[in-house]
């Protein structure tokens, strides 16, 4: 749970969540960014399955407020996989979305993909739920543990109440991060870190094994 006296400083940085992270830099060699890119959306689509977490560390500043704000791994975010689709539903500015697994790969330093306990049916459940919040407004109040709004959703508040982990009777103030989420699942898979150089030189093999198979498609 946060601090309170960290939430005046965390809220002031959500305001500028589009400028750019000053703790994390993306690859220099665009090409390199993007084999990484498809590189882990190939094997996040391999691994997770329905109602996964997928937790990530953002190159936006409020990324660098929330890791350096909360403690553990750094974690800046979380949304819900959809194995049918391939898709990602998110609690995001303005809204809750869904849009495609690598758009959401492609802005993060890493993925860690969590699984929850439960059923194949109960996390398909968790998946529809999460999805019938589509269009409901971002909770920012609710992030900072102040008038929290059942009608709207934070990014991890979404997939711990769409899971069926939350607690229903849970006080208005109980604040749910990125990263403790962890403690309700197993991780079964780690990107590894976008700027790491030998995960780079991995991407660029990637991309030069799967490019004939890429033209050879269209």
């Known amino acids: 749970m946060l601090r309170p006296a960290l939430l005046a400083a965390l809220a002031a940085t959500a305001t500028t969540a589009c400028s750019h992270s000053v703790l994390v830099h993306r690859p220099k060699d665009p090409v390199i960014d993007q084999a990484l890119t498809q590189m882990w959306t190939h094997e996040i689509q391999r691994v997770a399955q329905d109602g996964d977490w997928l ?33 990602v539903i998110e609690a995001i500015t303005p809204a809750v979305r869904e ?10 330093r890493y993925v860690i993909v969590v699984r929850p306990r439960g ?8 998946v529809e739920r999460a999805r019938s919040t589509i269009g409901t407004g971002f909770d920012l109040r609710g992030m900072f543990g102040v008038a929290d709004r059942k009608d709207r959703f934070y990014c ?20 749910i991060t990125p990263v403790s989420l962890i403690e309700h699942g197993e991780v079964v898979y780690f990107s590894g870190r976008r700027d790491d150089a030998q995960l780079q030189r991995a991407a660029a093999g ?13």
Do not use: C
Request: proline fraction near 2%.
């Open 156 to 175: 991890s508040e979404l997939v711990y109440w769409a899971s069926g982990v939350a607690d229903q009777d849970r006080d208005d103030h109980f604040i």
């Open 206 to 218: 990637w991309a030069a094994e799967h490019a004939p198979a890429r033209v050879a498609a269209h």
């Open 99 to 108: 849009i495609p697994l690598e758009g959401l790969v492609g802005r993060n």
């Open 119 to 126: 059923t194949a049916a109960e996390k398909r459940a968790s």
């Open 55 to 87: 937790l990530v560390r953002s190159y936006a500043s409020v990324g660098d407020a929330i890791v350096v704000l909360t403690s553990g791994e750094e974690i800046s975010h979380a949304a819900m996989y959809d194995g049918k689709t391939g898709t």
